[in-house]
C-alpha cells in the first residue's frame, strides 16, 4: 500500500471540516492507500488541545514527521486551503504534492 499523508483544513469549522477530512480518509482507502492524517488523531479529547498555540504547533511537528516514511503528501482542497495546509506544503519531502477534490456536497 502507498503510504500517503492527508491534509485538509481543521480549524474553523471544526464539526464541517472533520466530517469533509473522513470522506477524505475514505477516498484515500478506496484509491487503495493507507493514509495518515494527523489534523484527525492529534485533535481527540485528552492528546492535544489545537487552540493552545504550543500544543498545535506540536501537533503539526509530529504530523510532519511522517515525512520521512511517506510516499506522498496529498491535499484535498474542496474547501480551499487552510494555513495550516499551506505550511504543511511548505519545505516539503516530496518533488510534487499532489491536490484532489470530493466533488459533489464539499465544492466550496
Known amino acids: 500500500m502507498r503510504l500517503v499523508i492527508l491534509e485538509s483544513p481543521y480549524a474553523g469549522d471544526v464539526e464541517r471540516n472533520v466530517a469533509y477530512a473522513r470522506a477524505c480518509l475514505a477516498d484515500s482507502l478506496a484509491r487503495g492507500e493507507a493514509p495518515i492524517a494527523s489534523h ?32 506522498a503528501q496529498v491535499f484535498y482542497v474542496d474547501l480551499g486551503w487552510s494555513k495550516g495546509m499551506s505550511a504543511a506544503a511548505g519545505g516539503r519531502a516530496f518533488e510534487t504534492i499532489e491536490c484532489r477534490r470530493l466533488g459533489g456536497e464539499w465544492t466550496a
Open 40 to 71: 484527525l488523531l492529534y485533535t481527540q479529547p485528552g492528546v492535544l488541545n489545537d487552540e493552545s498555540a504550543d500544543e498545535r504547533a506540536l501537533g503539526i511537528a509530529a504530523g510532519l514527521a511522517w515525512k520521512s516514511v511517506a510516499d
